[in-house]
């Protein structure tokens, strides 16, 4: 199995280009990479205009019906779109973000939202995220599978480029996906921040007391 995890441009008018995960290469050849070296020491890039969150209606892993708006409505949320077949990025970014989670007071944790969304419909079903979830340390999670292009038309407004999984010649099957988590505001539902795949749980840490509040990190 190959993963690619794809670059993609910012509302900021900044682009970053993020390396491959399991082998393959970013595809978006067009859109300059960030340079590591003069990356900004905060982790999180607020967006000078924030985007609306995605009127997303799929199943969750108790196999029943969640609308994103409805249920998150109020709430600060982490969003993230992976696959539970993908061998590094995405167990290491749902398993710091739990590990964040889990410093905040018992208030704050309880109403922050952490919401993973599959792009890997298919193989992803409700019972095999649940699993894979909880071994990431994300039992509080919210997993969510459905369609493939329900998938692509959330993702695509909040600028994560999300391609359909790709069966190779070999038998192996390429996933490639933008690896940034947004974060939104209680205050008014609106996606203000951006984090990276290289995001540590630590960064996480010391942003999640604010976020919560609606605050910038």
Same mark, same amino acid.
């Given at each position: 199995?190959?993963?690619?995890?794809?670059?993609?441009?910012?509302?900021?008018?900044?682009?970053?280009?993020?390396?491959?995960?399991?082998?393959g290469? *970013? *595809?978006?050849?067009?859109k300059?990479?960030?340079?590591?070296?003069?990356?900004?020491?905060?982790?999180?890039?607020t967006?000078?205009?924030?985007?609306?969150?995605?009127?997303?209606?799929?199943?969750?892993?108790?196999?029943?019906?969640?609308?994103l708006?409805?249920e998150?409505?109020?709430?600060?949320? !982490? !969003?993230?779109?992976?696959?539970?077949?993908?061998?590094?990025?995405?167990?290491?970014?749902?398993?710091?973000?739990?590990?964040?989670?889990?410093?905040?007071?018992?208030?704050?944790?309880d109403?922050?939202?952490?919401?993973?969304?599959?792009?890997?419909?298919?193989?992803?079903?409700?019972?095999?995220?649940?699993?894979?979830?909880?071994?990431?340390? *994300?039992?509080?999670?919210?997993?969510?599978?459905?369609?493939?292009?329900?998938?692509?038309?959330?993702?695509?407004?909040?600028?994560?480029?999300?391609?359909?999984?790709?069966?190779?010649?070999?038998?192996?099957?390429?996933?490639?996906? *933008?690896?940034?988590?947004?974060?939104?505001?209680?205050?008014d539902?609106?996606?203000?921040?951006?984090?990276?795949?290289e995001?540590?749980?630590?960064?996480?840490?010391?942003?999640?007391?604010?976020?919560?509040?609606?605050?910038?990190?």
């Open positions: 199995m190959r993963t690619k995890i794809l670059g993609v441009a910012l509302a900021t008018a900044a682009a970053l280009a993020l390396t491959a995960c399991g082998g290469s *970013g *595809g978006d050849s067009d300059p990479a960030a340079d590591v070296s003069a990356a900004p020491k905060k982790a999180a890039i967006l000078d205009r924030p985007n609306p969150k995605p009127d997303l209606v799929l199943t969750d892993t108790s196999e029943k019906k969640y609308e708006v409805k998150t409505k109020g709430h600060p949320v !982490l !969003l993230y779109f992976g696959y539970t077949y993908c061998p590094d990025v995405c167990s290491t970014v749902v398993a710091d973000m739990a590990d964040a989670a889990k410093k905040l007071p018992k208030a704050d944790r109403n922050l939202k952490i919401v993973f969304v599959t792009t890997d419909p298919e193989r992803d079903t409700p019972k095999r995220m649940r699993e894979w979830l909880d071994a990431q340390g *994300g039992q509080d999670i919210v997993g969510l599978t459905g369609s493939f292009d329900t998938v692509q038309a959330a993702a695509k407004p909040l600028g994560i480029l999300v391609e359909k999984p790709k069966k190779e010649k070999d038998g192996s099957i390429t996933v490639s996906h *933008g690896a940034q988590v947004i974060g939104f505001s209680p205050k539902d609106g996606g203000h921040w951006v984090y990276t795949a995001t540590t749980a630590a960064q996480y840490a010391k942003d999640l007391p604010k976020i919560v509040k609606g605050e910038n990190p």
